[in-house]
């Protein structure tokens, strides 16, 4: 067992959520968070008809591809107790804003306002929800932190992945000057705005390195995949991981972005 939950009553039947860029890019990322939540007791699964949460499709203004992709994805996820998304972005479109595409078809919309009261970001499911207060993994080293927008403001996700990296063995934490200031990833943002995305992550990556931080955490992938771009361009040493390979002791793995990263 390498998580110790508090709590005896909690969902057990748990759908996950991939997420595109986890299942593209990162796949370790869906791992270890199975792992983590195998760990906490539940019996997760993971629908194989389950597609993009339809959030580039959303922030584009494109309802009618949103709408479509949304219905599949209420069908994928029908009956889970809880569904688990290892990303505050897509999290979020599930609970907050997949309702509001129904609002002319009352029956679809009270599905999807069912999905959205079952679906969870995994840091705030394992501490909120299952009651998780310590992990038993190792990481040697010093790790920063960085509060993704949706996750943040959307999900309420701060004190959850500080809580659970606290009790990691050998890891100090070192908190950015400012951990809450957007990496300048934003989903199709950093497409339509490139001068100013790259300002924004040329600013948090000065903020990450006046830490001393040898590892870069976060729990959404595209801010990881666009800070470690940055960090790499500067020729900078700082690693980077999504934090639920770390909680899940996988922190032995290539980190985001290195030349061996496919070869795991």
Same mark, same amino acid.
């Given at each position: 067992?390498s998580?110790?939950?508090?709590?005896?009553?909690?969902?057990?039947?748990?759908?996950?959520?991939?997420?595109c860029?986890?299942?593209?890019?990162?796949?370790?990322?869906?791992?270890?968070?199975?792992?983590?939540?195998?760990?906490?007791?539940?019996?997760?699964?993971?629908?194989?008809?389950?597609?993009c949460?339809?959030? !580039?499709?959303?922030?584009? /203004?494109d309802?009618? &591809?949103?709408?479509?992709?949304?219905?599949? $994805?209420?069908? %994928?996820?029908? #009956?889970?107790?809880?569904?688990?998304a290892?990303?505050?972005?897509?999290?979020?479109?599930?609970?907050?804003?997949?309702?509001?595409?129904f609002?002319?078809?009352?029956?679809?919309?009270?599905?999807?306002?069912?999905?959205?009261?079952?679906?969870?970001?995994?840091?705030?499911?394992?501490?909120?929800?299952?009651?998780v207060?310590?992990?038993?993994?190792?990481?040697?080293?010093?790790?920063?932190?960085?509060?993704?927008c949706?996750?943040?403001?959307?999900?309420g996700?701060?004190?959850?992945?500080?809580?659970?990296?606290?009790?990691?063995?050998?890891?100090?934490?070192?908190?950015?000057?400012? !951990?809450?200031?957007?990496? /300048?990833?934003?989903? &199709?943002?950093?497409?339509?705005y490139?001068? $100013?995305?790259? %300002?924004?992550? #040329?600013?948090?990556?000065?903020?990450?390195l006046?830490?001393?931080?040898?590892?870069?955490?976060?729990?959404?992938?595209?801010?990881?995949?666009?800070?470690?771009?940055?960090?790499?361009?500067?020729?900078?040493?700082?690693?980077?991981?999504?934090?639920?390979?770390?909680?899940?002791?996988?922190?032995?793995?290539?980190?985001?972005?290195a030349?061996?990263?496919?070869?795991?």
């Open positions: 067992m998580i110790s939950p508090s709590r005896s009553t909690h969902p057990r039947r748990v759908a996950l959520f991939v997420t860029l986890v299942d593209l890019f990162r796949p370790s990322v869906g791992f270890a968070a199975i792992k983590l939540l195998e760990d906490a007791g539940c019996s997760v699964e993971v629908p194989p008809l389950q597609v949460c339809g959030q !580039p499709a959303y922030n584009s /203004g309802r009618e &591809t949103t709408r479509a992709i949304a219905t599949q $994805i209420i069908d %994928a996820f029908e #009956g889970y107790e809880a569904v688990v290892p990303s505050g972005s897509c999290g979020g479109m599930l609970s907050h804003h997949y309702p509001g595409l609002d002319d078809d009352p029956a679809m919309k009270a599905r999807a306002e069912n999905l959205a009261g079952r679906s969870f970001e995994l840091m705030s499911f394992l501490v909120d929800v299952l009651g207060e310590k992990v038993a993994a190792h990481y040697d080293g010093t790790v920063t932190y960085h509060d993704s949706s996750g943040l403001r959307e999900l996700v701060k004190v959850q992945p500080r809580r659970l990296l606290n009790s990691v063995e050998g890891l100090r934490f070192c908190e950015m000057k400012t !951990p809450e200031v957007c990496c /300048g990833f934003g989903g &199709t943002f950093c497409v339509k490139p001068e $100013i995305s790259n %300002a924004m992550v #040329g600013e948090k990556s000065a903020d990450i006046n830490t001393g931080a040898q590892t870069l955490l976060a729990g959404d992938l595209g801010c990881l995949m666009n800070m470690a771009g940055k960090l790499q361009r500067e020729g900078s040493p700082v690693q980077v991981r999504h934090v639920a390979e770390v909680l899940a002791d996988m922190g032995n793995l290539a980190p985001i972005g030349p061996d990263e496919g070869k795991r």
